[in-house]
Each structure stands twice: as structure tokens, then as C-alpha cells.
């Protein structure tokens, strides 16, 4: 890797939401259609159920999660996210798999980042929404 490319790896890292939450793996630009993708797996080896808040580390699985983020420059990006599923040990529960939680990414089942979101009503309220 030259001084360059390891410069320009560490400004997209510094740029990927929850940057602490995630390992960037592949960053993929799309010249022609102004698109960047960018290709990056969870860190986390445990996580809390949502229902009954027991931590838990058994995976289930993986899956991927794609979001809109915010645009940088003229290129719209695109994160590609492969985050996990998780088993609840806690026998009582009602909820025996659940997914990773992405709290300072997005909220579960969003399209977007709450960065986006934020943007994208802060726009709405100031046209007159």
C-alpha cells in the first residue's frame, strides 16, 4: 500500500459512520454514475436483545444491511453493511433471534443514517414543511 492510498483509506474511515462500530473493508467507486460504495463488517461480538436487554454473545448469523448516507461531494454513497443476528440466551423471552442494533448508524429497519435523516428533515423544516 502506498503513503496515499493508506492517507485516502484513513479519511474514508474517518467519514464511515460509527467508525468505531465497524471495520472498513472495500470502498468501491463508481466513476460514471457518481456512486461510492462502501463495504464494511461489525466489530461487535456480543449484543443486548432488544426485548428482554440480556446480553448475549451466540451468533445466529450474518446478513447485510444497506444505507443512503451523506452525499460527498458529487458522488452519493452507498454503506453496505454486514452486521449480525444474534440467538437470546435468556429462555424467558419471547424473542429468540435478533438483529444487530446500529443505534449511532440507524434505527432498526431504516433506509438511511440518522445522519441523513437529520439532514433531510432540517431541509423539510426549513422550506416550510
Keep these: 500500500m502506498t503513503a496515499t492510498a493508506s492517507v485516502g ?15 472498513l473493508e472495500n ?3 463508481g466513476e460514471v454514475t457518481h456512486q461510492i460504495t462502501l ?13 428482554c436487554q440480556q446480553q448475549t454473545h451466540r451468533v445466529h448469523s450474518r446478513y447485510e444491511r444497506k444505507l443512503t448516507d451523506l452525499p460527498w461531494a458529487n458522488y452519493s454513497i452507498t454503506l453496505q453493511l454486514r452486521v449480525y443476528k444474534f440467538f437470546c440466551i435468556n429462555a424467558l423471552c419471547k ?7 446500529l443505534d449511532d448508524v440507524a434505527v432498526p429497519w431504516a433506509r438511511k ?3 441523513l435523516a437529520e439532514k433531510l428533515m432540517a431541509i ?4 416550510g414543511w
Design 39 to 51: 463495504i464494511a463488517s461489525s466489530r461487535r461480538i456480543t449484543a443486548q436483545c432488544p426485548l
Design 95 to 101: 424473542r429468540r433471534i435478533f438483529t444487530e442494533r
Design 27 to 29: 470502498c468501491q467507486l
Design 9 to 23: 483509506d484513513k479519511v474514508v474511515r474517518q467519514l464511515l459512520p460509527g467508525k468505531a462500530i465497524f471495520e
Design 113 to 115: 443514517t440518522t445522519r
Design 124 to 127: 423539510g423544516k426549513r422550506v
